[in-house]
């Protein structure tokens, strides 16, 4: 834990492939304004990458690199300079890469805390380090990541402390969980500074949710209705009928329609349906689950009942969003061509070049 109110704070970025680089501006500018706040160098920072050199982020900018994988695991292996090591990672499921999974086991032998932003959790997770841990995931990340790793206790909060694993979800949630490790080491009076600086309204704590209220993001108020969602949202790799959901909400299956009707336009049954495609949609585009997997994930009885409600909903097989989601994934987004094209146009677009 970073505790010792004394001593300097040393932080190894390791900045993965699509990185978010929201995030990691989020996390370096806590660092920075709490140095001015503090009125001395508190933190310092340097930024790595496996060959040291710069490293391309999801939004196409570049950031430059003050070491390499190799050079840094000697430094770690010769002294325990660093406080912690920091997995910068984006929306992207990075590739599996041996020598940093060493060098992160080498930092848990020597008790150097891991700090995880975006699908850097995927990275700590895979290489074994957040077995039995409380992780906060992205809630596009989190079907995946809970399919992947079910030893680990996986969230859809903004930040988790769990010991000496920190974790966080992206976007600009690294700024809170900084801020939260600032505040462990120099109080919350040098954290309102910093916030002040930032123009910052809050600092949000472990634990509290990612995305909106359910009343903010489907703008509804009636309890009954968002406990029945919020129930449908627990239970989408096993339905429950929408009768033993209605008996939990404390009113009768014609309330529950009506409202559902007046504040959604849709009834019960298709707003589940429409949540469960959703988790489906995540899961083709991000992994490499098969279909048949896929749908039970979701919840569907049969492969051939999911692809037939999948295309009536989205107009395309499960396998054609997942091959347009690829075609996505691999182009040149620098072609004039392709910008401003989803990614099923993207796909369409290569078909008719190629054809």
């Known amino acids: 834990m970073l505790t010792t109110q004394t001593a300097q704070r040393s932080f190894s970025f390791y900045l993965l492939p699509g990185f978010s680089l929201q995030a990691f501006s989020c996390a370096v500018e806590v660092l920075r304004l709490a140095n001015e706040a503090i009125g001395k160098n508190a933190y310092s920072w340097q930024v790595i990458s496996e060959d040291g050199q710069p490293v391309m982020s999801s939004c196409r900018m570049t950031v430059g690199i003050d070491s390499t994988l190799r050079d840094e695991r000697e ?9 912690a090591a920091v997995i910068c990672g984006g929306s992207a499921i990075p ?10 086991r080498e930092c848990r032998m020597r008790r150097i805390p891991l700090v995880c932003i ?4 995927v990275v700590v997770a895979r290489a074994g380090l957040a077995d039995g841990r409380r992780c906060a995931v992205h809630w596009e990340q989190l079907p995946l990541f809970c399919e992947q790793f079910p030893g680990i206790e996986s969230t859809q909060t903004a930040f988790e402390h769990d010991g000496d694993l ?3 979800s992206g976007g600009d949630a690294p700024f809170d969980m900084f ?3 600032v505040e462990r080491d120099h109080g919350s009076v040098i954290v309102n500074r910093v916030c002040e600086k930032a123009i910052a309204y809050r600092m949000r704590s472990a634990g509290e949710r990612q995305r909106l209220p359910l009343h903010s993001r489907v703008k509804l108020n009636h309890k009954a209705v968002m406990k029945v969602i919020g129930l449908m949202e627990a239970s989408l790799d096993d339905p429950m009928p929408v009768d033993d959901l209605v008996a939990l909400s404390g009113i009768s299956r014609r309330q529950i329609e009506r409202l559902f009707d007046r504040e959604l336009g849709r009834s019960p049954n298709r707003y589940y349906m429409e949540l469960r495609l959703e988790r489906a949609q995540l899961l083709l585009v991000s992994t490499n689950l098969p279909v048949v997997e896929v749908a039970v994930a979701c919840g569907f009885i049969s492969p051939s009942h999911f692809s037939k409600v999948y295309r009536e909903a989205y107009g395309c097989a499960p396998h054609q969003t997942r091959l347009a989601a690829r075609a996505c994934g691999q182009a040149d987004l620098m072609d004039p061509a392709l910008l401003g094209l989803n990614c099923t146009e993207v796909s369409q677009h290569r078909l008719s070049m190629t054809a």
């Open 75 to 83: 430094r770690t292996q010769k002294s325990n300079s660093t406080s």
């Open 95 to 104: 590739r599996p890469n041996r020598q940093l999974d060493a060098w992160l």
């Open 118 to 121: 975006g699908s850097g959790t």
């Open 166 to 168: 920190h974790t966080c």
């Open 179 to 181: 801020l939260n490790l």
